[in-house]
């Protein structure tokens, strides 16, 4: 593995790879600054490394590589390392005079200043890999690190394999760690503690942080009926000196894959996240409940220092009961938050309720297992949780472990209850809105007589005229695949979020119909648009299937209502499709692009193969624009690149024309000739919604400030969207002025409706919300630049689906830490602000989100050579504006020369009245 060595590295810009808190792994230590900023690669990233370093030396050791156009703060590319001339990823942390620069190795640790002509365009492929350092700080140092300790710490650690306790992360995304080399403890080394051995791994990594929210804890520990409750009123286990000998020996068994256990569920957040108890282990808990009881109201002390990932004693209020817990966040006040990680749940817990755990007591390991249905599902309906709730609730449980999650560690399990009732394929089925029935060939887990049995549940069958299809309303957008196509005005979709019921489903036709003799669930008639399960020709698997066409005693045409596709089938082939089978909609979505004119052009070779180079294989953003009883138009948008799908193919093959008039459905996108009439619907009057400006919290953001109402209230755009918001503004002209056809006004004047407006200064049109309407008036504020207007009704039009791709570009913040003087925010405040702000190069840090207006809490700085001065602090050394004490502390330098022009000039001039010319034209005046 290549070793890097250098000098002081600030903390790496892309998000690094995040092992769980609680989790405990074998990592390399690549670079060190100090005791409390140094990085690791884990062991599990080798393979990763390994192949990135071979992709890296094919494609930039050579004279083709493309050099960096635009090197700038923040900007990822490729730099090759003065020690052994070989390339790696890199950020740019920092500009130097002679056309050089400081770039930090994102995958090691290290920095270094370099010359700007060793830096190369990166491949975006290589920005889908997180950086594969992981920066560290280490646990339990004083304030004050001597020189003496750095260099014990570098001698213990650098270049070295060590165990590393993940412990939680600081505020910097650090790593939160302990370290242990060749069995010693670094940090009790550096601290002149002598040698400590690493404490026993958990039973299970504990999962991620559930919500910080208030959960009902159990008022006893022991969920289950019949249980031994634990209470402080129980015998009290003692033990005769401080060490609790019989709870650091107890056995615990292993949840391994394959072996069922009896469990009881201890905390629920929905299907794909919830913790288990092993039966087994009810005596242990109930022997940990009273040596914590004895423990703190005898002899423990009180916390003093809370750090995020610390293991404490904590007690819950509703029950006063003792129970170990897991710091999640250090505390801002009165409370903090912690997970009881002998449950799952979570709390926030008086500080004076919190005490320190002793060794013995921290070193049993954790008794709630984390726990999923299924890893690859993201969002699960209330129905699922639900009815998953209401199967589980104090009741004995069969568990079987099938795997685990490698991202965060979570076990994948099968859940039974005592009478062979599969929970797993309850709730799965309820995410299609099915009833919930066992297909055939779906196995249980049944108990009789301490003896476990597999028990196949068979279903009598059934034939189906017709299956159920997806609902899917206009203006939805998912994450799809395409799974067969003619051409792009016929192709069939697949929505991500079914991917997981799919698999079931072919899994249990596989079993099912493999097993099957040739005599059973014979078709006894074919005739068209019947349901049935066919063997497709090119692999010999089952799928469902219908019958479009029949053309003789044995021969017909069948389409396979799950993919799109289509073949000539013998029908002595054909099976009865079971009942068993008809719950699941058909997942083959019929799709057209949106605007998609069919022409010898549009469907020829050429552009049929360019459009399967933009879509094949690759996982697609699809809206839905409009329906024609079953078949979409749709826009496509590939999240990995970027790429307008639909532009891309129309500036080719078509001139994009949206769609205005009524006109004929396409075919079904299969090999076959068979036409569905379908009648097309228009949605031009049919409401919009847009989505709004997605930012990421304690980020460092390049933003323009485009209107201003104060430093409390003033809305931005990301310097990232201008180019995007610039095509937006000529789209919007050319649509609502230059169109053949007259667009319909908006018959709806609802208070938060979306709309297109004509700005009565300009006479241009732009995107909208109202805000109020009364007759002949409406007021609007115009999204993507925040300001506002009074319009009347013919200057409001519906907004095309097509013009709300882009989310709405104005984005409301607030100055984090500041608030008015007792004069309020009088218009000397508002001109100085205005004055800092507008036509400026500025650089925000978004904080958080204020849950009452949603404005974004910033830091704003204004950019000053090589540093970024805090406007907030500024206008504070003015006199203007009151700083707020707070434990934010601004990431921006104080500004050292005040804001120049403070004199009101009487003008009265607007922010609308001195907008920068920097920014895409919008509803504001020039003077």
């Known amino acids: 593995m290549m070793m890097m060595m250098s000098s002081h590295s600030p ?57 960096l156009s635009r090197p700038s703060k923040g900007a990822f590319c490729v730099a090759r390392f003065s020690e052994d001339d070989n390339f790696y990823r890199a950020a740019i942390l920092d500009s130097r005079p002679n056309n050089r620069c400081f770039v930090h190795f994102i995958d090691y640790g290290n920095s270094e200043e370099t010359n700007v002509a060793d830096l190369k365009e990166i491949n975006l492929e290589l920005m889908k890999v997180n950086a594969l350092a992981l920066p560290c ?16 710490f570098r001698k213990l650690a650098l270049d070295q394999n060590v165990v590393v306790d993940i412990m939680g992360y600081d505020s910097q995304k650090r790593a939160l760690v302990k370290i242990f080399s060749d069995g010693v403890d670094v940090t009790q080394r550096l601290l002149g503690r002598g040698p400590t051995n690493p404490p026993p791994p958990p039973l299970m990594a504990t999962s991620p942080y559930p919500p910080l929210t208030p959960i009902t804890v159990p008022t006893s520990p022991i ?11 129980a015998a009290p286990f003692v033990p005769a000196a401080p060490v609790i000998s019989p709870l650091s020996k107890s056995p615990l068994p292993e949840l391994s894959p394959g072996r069922i256990e009896k469990v009881y569920i201890s905390y629920v957040d929905n299907p794909g996240h919830f913790y288990i108890q092993l039966e087994q282990n009810m005596a242990l808990i109930d022997k940990l409940a009273a040596a914590l009881h004895h423990y703190c109201t005898t002899s423990a002390p009180s916390l003093t220092v809370f750090l995020p990932g610390q293991l404490c004693c904590a007690k819950y209020a509703d029950d006063d009961v003792w129970y170990r817990a897991l710091i999640l966040i250090e505390p801002t006040g009165p409370t903090v938050p912690v997970r009881f990680i002998d449950f799952g749940s979570t709390y926030e817990v008086c500080l004076q309720n919190v005490k320190a755990i002793n060794r013995e007591i921290a070193s049993v390991p954790v008794l709630a297992l984390a726990c999923t249905l299924d890893p690859r599902i993201k969002k699960w309906f209330e129905e699922q949780i639900e009815i998953f709730n209401s199967m589980v609730s104090d009741e004995c449980l069969l568990c079987q472990a099938v795997g685990v999650d490698p991202r965060d560690d979570k076990i994948i399990v099968a859940l039974s209850n005592s009478v062979g009732k599969d929970i797993t394929h309850v709730v799965m089925a309820a995410m299609a809105g099915d009833s919930p029935i066992r297909p055939q060939g779906m196995r249980s887990i049944i108990t009789t007589g301490g003896t476990t049995l597999i028990h196949d549940n068979d279903t009598a069958s059934l034939q189906a005229d017709e299956l159920q299809e997806i609902s899917i309303t206009v203006g939805q957008v998912e994450e799809v695949q395409i799974s067969s196509m003619n051409d792009p005005g016929h192709f069939t979709c697949q929505m991500l979020k079914f991917s997981m019921s799919l698999d079931q489903l072919m899994d249990n036709l596989s079993e099912t119909y493999t097993k099957m003799q040739p005599g059973e669930a014979i078709l006894p008639t074919a005739k068209r648009d019947l349901v049935c399960c066919a063997q497709f020709s090119r692999d010999n698997s089952w799928y469902r299937a219908q019958i479009t066409a029949v053309h003789d005693s044995n021969q017909c045409e069948v389409y396979y209502i799950d993919y799109g596709n289509a073949e000539y089938k013998q029908i002595s082939t054909l099976k009865r499709l079971l009942k068993n089978f008809t719950k699941i909609p058909k997942q083959a979505v019929f799709c057209r692009l949106y605007g998609f004119q069919e022409s010898e052009t549009t469907t020829s070779d050429e552009a049929i193969a360019f459009f399967e180079s933009l879509v094949s294989r690759k996982v697609l953003e699809m809206e839905f624009k409009s329906s024609d009883s079953g078949c979409y138009d749709v826009t496509l948008v590939d999240p990995a690149t970027n790429v307008d799908i ?28 068979t036409r569905l009439n379908m009648t097309r619907s228009t949605t031009r009057d049919r409401p919009v919604t847009l989505k709004s400006l997605d930012i990421q919290m304690g980020r460092e953001v390049s933003l323009i400030v485009v209107f201003v109402e104060h430093p409390g209230s003033f809305w931005c755009q990301l310097q990232r969207y201008v180019e995007k918001l610039e095509q937006l503004s000529e789209d919007l002209q050319q649509f609502y002025t230059k169109s053949p056809r007259p667009t319909p006004p908006l018959t709806s004047m609802t208070p938060g409706s979306a709309c297109a407006a004509r700005f009565t200064e300009d006479g241009l049109w732009y995107r909208a919300e109202i805000l109020a309407s009364s007759v002949g008036e409406i007021t609007v504020r115009f999204v993507d630049f925040g300001n506002t207007d009074i319009v009347s009704e013919d200057s409001i039009r519906v907004l095309d689906h097509e013009l709300t791709r882009l989310p709405a570009q104005g984005l409301r913040c607030r100055l984090v830490n500041v608030q008015p003087t007792d004069r309020g925010w009088d218009r000397a405040v508002t001109s100085r602000f205005e004055e800092a702000t507008l036509d400026k190069d500025l650089c925000a840090f978004t904080v958080d989100r204020d849950m009452e207006s949603g404005a974004v809490n910033v830091f704003l700085g204004e950019r000053s050579g090589e540093h970024c001065h ?8 003015l006199g203007l504006v009151k700083l707020v004490p707070s434990a934010l502390h601004s990431p921006f330098a104080p500004t050292l020369n005040p ?15 001195r907008r920068s010319d920097g920014v895409q034209p919008a509803p504001l005046v020039e003077n």
């Open 646 to 673: 639909n532009r891309e193919f129309f500036a080719r093959f078509q001139t994009f024309q949206v769609p205005m008039m009524q006109r004929s459905v396409a075919t079904p996108p299969s090999n076959v000739s």
């Open 899 to 913: 804001i120049v022009g403070g004199e009101e000039d009487g003008s009265g001039l607007s922010l609308m009245d």
């Open 223 to 233: 969920i289950p009926p019949g249980a031994c409750a634990v209470s402080p009123f």
């Open 11 to 67: 903390a790496p810009i892309m998000d690094s790879i995040q092992p769980q808190p609680g989790t405990q792994k074998t990592a390399y230590v690549s670079h060190v600054d100090s005791p409390s900023c140094f990085w690791v690669q884990l062991k599990e990233c080798n393979p990763t490394l390994e192949s990135m370093a071979d992709t890296l030396d094919a494609c930039y050791n050579s004279a083709v590589a493309r050099p």
């Open 137 to 152: 700080t280490l646990c339990g140092l004083p304030a004050t690190i001597t020189h003496q300790m750095k260099e014990l």
């Open 870 to 877: 805090d406007i907030g602090q500024n206008l504070q050394s």
